[in-house]
């Protein structure tokens, strides 16, 4: 039976009363097969009950079980809410109360959370029950705000929760550090080091899986120095990349994915933003999509396919805007500095500076501070650039402290302060020497350049950075290099490397970038042509999704079957895209999409 419109099924079913709804849904679990439909009799047996029974609470709580079993959180928590309405046992419905709040805070419905902690509060709670409130509230404050609330309240329950089950403890403590992480220079409980030092303190237990090896190895990041966690926190950070998205521990699938950034390791980056955002996909953990989406929106950016970065920051948008998680605009903000959109970067970074700073989210405010000075070494003006990296570099935040100390070597030297640009790549050096990859090295290889004018770490950089992911930080070696020949006066050199930067930036769409590039090769004599607009910005956001499929080597079927669309409409969509794009095959559609094999799009 179909109706016209979803909200006619509504209105059908809420004008009915409820003593006739009772009756229908009765019918149903009565009509369906208990061995073949078990959890929709529950369902239906659970909207029947007209008052609290232990009978259909139970069936409620095992169709919980299978429904976690295959991945299914939205069901587990809505089964799990029900049965702990429908407890008689004022003891069980506590139990109940709080699993069906850590269901709800999984898939990022706080306010029902929120809700069932209140109701078990009502009943009565042992030690370790009165624990476990307290870490749920704690996780709450913090997905709800990222802010400087949430560390000491987690640090307490770990602490609570150390004499009681170390297990518990020992998540909690991992939670903990992940909370300070964000609080940052905005926090005012303990920070890092010390929830670090506090866990090394406690009741220690042996913890085999990924969350487990991930909370030692953040141990030694910040009791024993970056270098010292570089090798524990790869290999813990690649248990999270298996098939199964690290099994139970997959909700940290989002710090993994921060984490593999900071240790400029992108290849691990892709591989678990990809495996991230596919586990939330097919468990519907709404608490852990946005977030793999954000970072690999970021993880596009770098690699040079900002198309593909705006589909997935939209989809990013979306879901916070209907979970009421905070807005993550760590990627929006990224995208937009790297196309050089001064005026719409500028008013976001304003906007999240206020935002975070309400929030008490201090490693947003690091992150800013570098994409500031991204955004202005971009441009060439370097003054800016060398304060907002200053800014970034006064603490030690994750991901930015790296990456600003690159955007203060660069500035650093261009406004005549070699010796703070030294010191810098002395602090840089540990980092990228520690992390030993292809972009860490090219990276580290053009800073040093940029102090020792010695043209063989120029192209040392270019040929590190060819072999890894980082297209933005190539052209900008590239760029360098050119700029560094054309001082020199070797002018065809110079245009050389100068034409393939601004080749490249223009592709990607940097446009400040490219506009540097430009001038730079005007400067040569060679008259460079100046960007007009993006060629991919004329398709429509259907057309645009449409195409990405196509050029990832999927048919129309399979296109059609991921946007709920026929393949003859498919079809219609590739036929205006091509002119639009001056291409006539499905071949040429990869060049246009560059990165088109790491997208991922909603299924």
């Known amino acids: 039976m179909r109706f016209r419109h979803p909200l006619v099924r509504s ?48 069936e409620l709580e095992r169709s919980a079980d299978r429904a976690q079993a295959r991945g299914g959180l939205s069901a587990a928590a809505a089964f799990l809410q029900r049965a702990a309405e429908l407890t008689p046992d004022p003891a069980m419905r506590v139990k109940r109360s709080l699993a069906a709040a850590q269901a709800k805070l999984d898939v990022a419905d706080a306010v029902s959370a929120s809700e069932l902690l209140a109701a078990a509060e009502l009943g009565p709670v042992d030690e370790l029950q009165r624990a476990r409130l307290e870490r749920l509230r704690a996780q709450i404050a913090f997905a709800s705000r990222r802010g400087r609330d949430a560390p000491p309240l987690l640090l307490e329950a770990a602490r609570r929760l150390d004499p009681l ?125 946005p977030n793999a989406l954000n970072y690999l929106a970021v993880l596009n950016v770098h690699s040079g396919a900002f198309a593909t970065a705006a589909e997935l920051i939209a989809e990013v948008d979306s879901i916070t805007q209907a979970t009421g998680i905070p807005p993550l605009r760590y990627a929006a903000s990224t995208l937009l500095v790297a196309r050089g959109d001064q005026a719409q970067a500028l008013s976001l970074l304003e906007w999240g500076w206020r935002n975070v700073t309400e ?46 100390l690159v955007e203060l070597i660069e500035a650093g030297v261009r406004c005549g302060q070699p010796d703070e640009a030294a010191a810098a790549l002395a602090r840089l050096s540990e980092r990228t020497q520690a992390s030993g990859t292809e972009w860490a090295l090219g990276t580290e290889a053009r800073c040093r350049a940029l102090l020792s004018d010695d043209e063989s770490l120029y192209q040392e950089s270019v040929e590190r950075l060819a072999r890894s992911r980082a297209a933005v930080e190539l052209a900008r070696s590239r760029l360098l290099y050119g700029e560094w020949l054309r001082r020199e006066n070797r002018r065809a050199d110079a245009r050389e490397q100068l034409r393939a930067a601004h080749e490249m930036f223009s592709r990607m769409g940097a446009e400040a970038f490219a506009e540097r590039a430009r001038r730079e090769l005007s400067a040569t004599g060679e008259t460079a042509r100046k960007r007009t607009v993006e060629t991919l910005d004329e398709l429509t956001t259907q057309e645009a999704q449409v195409a990405r499929l196509a050029a990832q080597g999927h048919t129309n079927p399979e296109i059609g079957a991921q946007l709920f669309i026929s393949p003859r409409t498919v079809e219609y969509h590739l036929h205006k895209v091509f002119p639009k794009l001056g291409i006539s095959s499905r071949r040429e559609l990869r060049r246009a999409f560059p990165g088109a094999e790491h997208a991922a799009l909603p299924a």
């Open 165 to 289: 089950d170390a297990a518990l403890a020992r998540e909690t403590y991992l939670e903990a550090i992940a909370s300070a992480m964000f609080a940052g220079r905005l926090g005012t409980g303990p920070d890092v080091h010390e929830v670090a030092k506090a866990e090394r303190a406690s009741n220690r237990v042996p913890a085999p899986g990924p969350a487990g090896r991930l909370l030692d190895a953040l141990v030694t990041r910040f009791t024993e120095g970056y270098a010292a966690s570089v090798e524990p926190l790869s290999r813990a950070l690649r248990a999270f990349g298996e098939p199964d998205g690290g099994g139970e521990d997959r909700r940290w699938q989002w710090l993994a994915c921060r984490l593999a950034q900071d240790l400029w390791d992108d290849e691990l980056w892709h591989m678990l933003a990809t495996c991230g955002v596919r586990v939330a996909r097919e468990t519907g953990a709404l608490n852990l999509l």
């Open 359 to 404: 929030r008490g989210e201090g490693s947003a405010l690091g992150l800013a501070s570098w994409l500031h000075a991204l955004l202005y070494n971009s441009q060439g003006h370097y003054g800016e650039a060398l304060a907002a990296a200053r800014r970034a570099c006064e603490y030690e935040d994750v991901i930015a402290y790296g990456w600003a």
């Open 11 to 58: 209105a059908a079913y809420r004008a009915a009363p409820a003593s006739e709804r009772r009756q229908v849904h009765r019918a149903l679990a009565d009509a369906t097969d208990a061995r073949l439909d078990p959890d929709r009799r529950a369902w239906h047996r659970a909207r029947a009950a007209e008052g609290p029974d232990e009978a259909v609470a139970g």
